[in-house]
């Protein structure tokens, strides 16, 4: 049984910087994809952030060059980096991985921007 607990989340005003972990058990996470979701009031669950087990990345066009995923020296560890925050970051954002075919997800965190 996987599970995934974030933490992290808040409230930061516009332009502010959070940053974002989330912690793996019951495997080992870096053989295996991870990936930040969110999913604001209204809309659909978008990804924001995946990171491969080689370590490529990938980001989605409205968070490139503001957020960086990357993994922990903990191997159950990954993290998501937030910089220059804006309002339209405002969301619960949400872990995930697959393993053997199974999509595990955490509960989520949320991030406020608001001034």
């Known amino acids: 049984q996987v599970q995934l607990v974030e933490s992290g989340g808040g409230l930061v005003q516009p332009g502010g910087s959070l940053r974002l972990s989330c912690a793996a058990s019951?495997?080992?996470?870096?053989?295996?994809?991870m990936g930040w979701y969110r999913h604001a009031p209204g809309k659909e669950r978008d990804m924001v952030a995946t990171?491969?087990?080689?370590?490529?990345?990938n980001y989605a066009d409205s968070v490139k060059g503001r957020f960086t995923i990357s993994r922990g020296n903990a191997e159950n560890m990954v993290y998501l980096q937030m910089n220059s925050l804006k309002p339209e970051d405002t969301a619960v954002y949400s872990c995930?991985?697959?393993?053997?075919?199974?999509?595990?997800w955490g509960k989520g965190t949320l991030v406020t921007v608001s001034s």
């Open positions: 990171i491969t087990s080689g370590g490529s990345t």
């Open positions: 995930n991985t697959v393993v053997r075919g199974i999509a595990y």
């Open positions: 019951g495997t080992i996470c870096s053989i295996y994809a």
